[in-house]
């Protein structure tokens, strides 16, 4: 990382890899643009000190209403850096299948978060996830079957469908390196 070689810290907090793989496809996404980037699961154990990099992505889903513990903890523990650099929050969740929802402010999740954390990041975008009922044990198939029922989603236990937009994820990824370079160059 220097002023001309930028590189980009891309964090996940992912339970069945949707997130992994948003994480990685802004990775590519960045790379395209001759930004260095270094992918890194957000967990106890692999927490990445962000002091080496430009900016940051965090991806993160959603379960149960929450965000994992380490991504409130990360953010709290490296916030004045996180004020000082470009910074994306990427919140994957099923109730961002319906466009109406992907607006952060009207999103429940992102906005609780952000205020929680009291955090304003440079750019926000509300991801659609996967609902993939055989993965899921039976009580989180029960689950979510019963939160399906009251949002008017797919309730067969045999669905397993992908609702993100990979062509936004691209796009999302673009703008971002267009602040990165700005910021570096
Ligand atoms: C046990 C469980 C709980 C979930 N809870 C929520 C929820 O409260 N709200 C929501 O919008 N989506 C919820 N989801 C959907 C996930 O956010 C979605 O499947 C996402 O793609 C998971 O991403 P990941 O594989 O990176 O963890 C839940 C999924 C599971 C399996």
Redesign the pocket.
């Known amino acids: 990382m220097t002023a001309s070689h930028p590189c980009v810290l891309v964090t996940h907090s992912?339970?069945?890899?949707?997130?992994?793989k948003i994480a990685q496809a802004v990775s590519d996404g960045l790379r395209a643009h001759g930004i260095a980037t270094d992918v890194v699961p957000l967990t106890k154990a692999t927490a990445p000190d962000p002091a080496r990099h430009d900016a940051i992505v965090m991806v993160m889903?959603?379960?149960?209403?929450h965000f994992a513990k380490q991504a409130e903890k990360f953010v709290t523990r490296y916030r004045s850096w996180l004020d000082a650099v470009p910074t994306l929050l990427m919140t994957?969740?099923?109730?961002a299948r319906t466009p109406e929802k992907r607006d952060p402010a009207k999103h429940v999740y992102t906005r609780k978060f952000l205020e929680k954390m009291a955090w304003v990041p440079s750019h926000v975008e509300v991801v659609a996830?996967?609902?993939e009922y055989p993965r899921?044990n039976f009580l989180?198939r029960s689950?979510?079957r019963l939160?399906m029922t009251m949002t008017h989603g797919p309730t067969d236990p045999r669905t397993w469908v992908e609702y993100t937009d990979w062509e936004r994820v691209a796009q999302v990824a673009d703008e971002f390196a267009g602040a990165v370079e700005s910021r570096t160059h």
């Not at 889903?61 to 209403?65: D, E, I």
Request: glycine share 12%; proline share 0%; aromatic share 12%.
């Open positions: 992912s339970r069945f890899g949707q997130s992994t889903s959603v379960r149960y209403g994957v969740s099923l109730t996830g996967a609902l899921y989180d689950a979510i939160i």
